[in-house]
T-cell receptor
């Protein structure tokens, strides 16, 4: 079956530091890959996505590249802000009816 | 546009009581999902509907849990009887229903069973 593995958090960074959150996956076929973000007290919201190999998703300064050869979709940001403090979920979807498999989530804390 | 609406936002109940969680998806969305989030197990898909029909309920923990979608604008998740281990945040999400569309999550219902 499908699965997503994320690095365990929490990750604590100083403001303006470089961020990488690792994500690898196992799936049949050619899944689409997503990063969702959950701010405190809120539901998840889509951050970015990529639908085929070598695609790069980007939003709000975050980027992730779909690497089929390494089955990875690592999230990066060049300079984090305090407002980026949240939980980040890697996810994949393959097949019909959009059933999405989520990773465990990685908590990011950015300190001033 | 209003997003996904869930009610109540918080629910505290005693073991053995019936609990009903409610969800109003975004208008025009054809798919609806119920998730449960806990520290121990992360985010789990309980059930999802497409065009009001349950497609996959394999994530429903046991017979104490049931979900309905009587029309395109309303869904309920019921737990009867509730147990302390059901304490979690329950999210409803909806999407247009096309392949690979974004899921839009509601704010969640925090359930505490004493």
């Amino acid at each position: 079956g499908n699965s997503v593995t994320q690095m365990e958090g929490p990750v604590t960074l100083s403001e303006e530091a470089f961020l990488t959150i690792n994500c690898t996956y196992t799936a049949t076929g050619y899944p689409s890959l997503f990063w969702y973000v959950q701010y405190p007290g809120e539901g998840l919201q889509l951050l970015l996505k990529a639908t085929k190999a070598d695609d790069k998703g980007s939003n709000k300064g975050f980027e992730a590249t779909y690497r089929k050869e390494t089955t990875s979709f690592h999230l990066e940001k060049g300079s984090v802000q305090v407002s980026d403090s949240a939980v980040y979920f890697c996810a994949l979807s393959s097949g019909g009816y959009q059933k999405v498999t989520f990773g465990i989530g990685t908590k990011l804390q950015v300190i001033p | 546009d209003a997003g996904v609406i869930q009610s109540p936002r918080h629910e505290v109940t005693e073991m053995g009581q019936e609990v009903t969680l409610r969800c109003k998806p975004i208008s025009g969305h054809n798919s609806l999902f119920w998730y449960r989030q806990t520290m121990m197990r992360g985010l789990e898909l309980l059930i999802y509907f497409n065009n009001n029909v349950p497609i996959d309920d394999s994530g429903m923990p046991e017979d104490r849990f049931s979900a309905k979608m009587p029309n395109a604008s309303f869904s309920t998740l019921k737990i009867q009887p509730s147990e302390p281990r059901d304490s979690a945040v329950y999210f409803c999400a909806s999407s247009l229903g096309e392949a690979l569309d974004t899921q839009y999550f509601g704010p969640g219902t925090r359930l505490t069973v004493l």
